[in-house]
């Protein structure tokens, strides 16, 4: 059994909290790098680099055979896998390991490109890979919904349907990816219901006991047209998780 640490990128955010735990449960060491470090301690060591410029990744992926990139943000995220990608070719890493969208091939919008294109630098990289394309966490979805719910009238584009799934399913997936060798790309991960996005809203809204009118909306363009024929969501051939967002609702709001 290989003792070198698993570097995890984004290992404080919502994903790498359920990860990083769950790595250290099987046994393994855990480096997370951050922008800022912090205090090590009980097989994790927290290690400050700037992924967007890629200053002390170099350092960072000394002795380090597999690593899981997480780290994500709304913009950038080519330009950092293209800096991870070129230190962990340099570091010798044995497999890289890399959470994407579904639709990343698929919904013409800026962001879902980006997503592609760091998806491309890391499957020309030559260091040998897995990728786990996944939907919409639930906890994005009411992010969404909260911000939304404080207008007065809410748009809700026709024709949106999401598929949203839970960051613990995700996680538990990525570990077992992780620690075992590279896949290139795995069938997809959604939740296990499609919902048009006006039921969400109506269901976090009941759920808060709000109310708000709901005013439909066409979404125009090659977006529209994307969303309309459910090229972000994952319905065939794919793998599902168990926990609906009524079950989530319930646990984070109700």
Known sequence: MTTSPILVTGGTGNLGRHVVPMLRAAGREVRVLNRSGGASGDGVEYVAVDLLTGEGLD??????????????????????????????RRAGVKHLVHISVVGADTVPLGWFRTQRAAETAIMDSGVPWTMLRAAQFHDLVLMMAEKMARMPVVPVPGGLRLQPVDSREVAARLAELTLDQPAGLVPDLAGPKVYPLGDLLRGYLGARGKRRPLMPVRMPGKAGRAYRAGENLALRGNDVGER???AFLAERVG
Do not use: I, Y
Not at 59 to 70: D, K
């Open 59 to 88: 350092a960072a992926l000394a002795g380090v055979e597999t690593v899981l990139h997480l780290a994500g943000g709304n913009k950038g995220d080519d330009k950092v896998a293209r800096n991870l990608v070129g230190a962990a």
């Open 244 to 246: 609906t967002w009524e």
